[in-house]
């Protein structure tokens, strides 16, 4: 008897896309459902209390419906917040998504580390902690961009951003000598699963070159060992994509690529 698991991949919008792609990569036996809570988007705009009053019976009704395997929370918001109450709360595992700070700084040379997240992930005591337990005598700056999340959801959607806008969320990130490349910031983590949508655009307006630490492999590598070896080769299970403000997504050529080429239901 073959059986193919459900995962579901939760973000606020379309972020946890670039998290779904490595996990899709990781597990082709796997049936996908992605749920974009649009309706709410962005978090950054909420308050802590309102995020966890909305995410927590939020995801008791999505796991009633759809009854999935595994869950991964594609969004370092809604991770740093509710995970605990959530597997407090269900049986099924939750894979979160967190600032990667100890790799991050495990790796950099001129011990300088930005932190690019949301302005709520920045000021959150959780990566606070994450800094007193992991910096390893680096220097880690904390970078709380108010606008990137909602500039890469639009520029995915096919609205033109200028290089401009981005730079502006992007610069505070680079700090020391552009002149002295031992005495500079080496390393920016990826604190927003939606930056990688942007990568490449990072990558060339960025004023030096830095090494981008993106946690979605890691996030694809901890969800297959929790669901263990697949019982069978399944070439390709299915794909479901969710808005909870119901609306018609409208981006099957645009999102198909995240899906691994899967049509989405």
């Not at 991050?104 to 932190?115: H, L």
Request: charged fraction near 20%; charge should be negative.
């Amino acid at each position: 008897m073959t059986h193919s698991p459900t995962i579901l991949v939760f973000d606020s919008g379309l972020g946890g896309l670039t998290v779904l792609r490595e996990v899709v990569a990781a597990r082709s036996d796997a049936h996908f459902v992605y749920v974009a809570d649009d309706a709410f988007f962005p978090y950054g705009h909420h308050s802590e209390d309102e995020i966890i009053a909305r995410v927590v019976p939020l995801m008791g009704e999505l796991i009633g419906t759809h009854d999935p395997d595994l869950i991964v929370i594609a969004c370092n918001t809604a991770s740093t917040l509710v995970l605990s109450q959530l597997r407090a709360a269900h049986s099924v595992p939750f894979v979160g998504t967190v600032p990667a700070i100890k790799p991050a700084c495990a790796q950099s040379r001129t011990r300088r580390v930005s932190v690019l997240g949301t302005k709520g992930t920045v000021k959150r005591e959780y990566t606070k902690a994450l800094i007193r337990d992991f910096a390893q005598g680096c220097e880690v700056t904390l970078v709380g961009s108010p606008e990137l999340a909602s500039l890469a959801e639009a520029a995915l959607g096919g609205h033109p951003i200028s290089d401009g806008e981005i730079l502006a969320e992007l610069a505070p990130c680079f700090v020391g000598d552009a002149e002295d490349a031992g005495a500079r910031t080496d390393t920016v983590v990826l604190a927003c699963t939606h930056y990688p949508l942007l990568l490449d655009r990072l990558k060339r307006l960025a004023p030096w070159p830095v090494d981008w630490i993106d946690p979605a492999p890691a996030i694809a590598r901890r969800v297959s060992d929790l669901l263990g070896a697949p019982s069978c080769k399944i070439a390709q299970a299915g794909a479901e994509m969710i808005f909870t403000s119901n609306r018609v997504h409208g981006l099957s050529a645009t999102l198909t690529p995240f899906f691994g080429g899967r049509a989405l239901a």
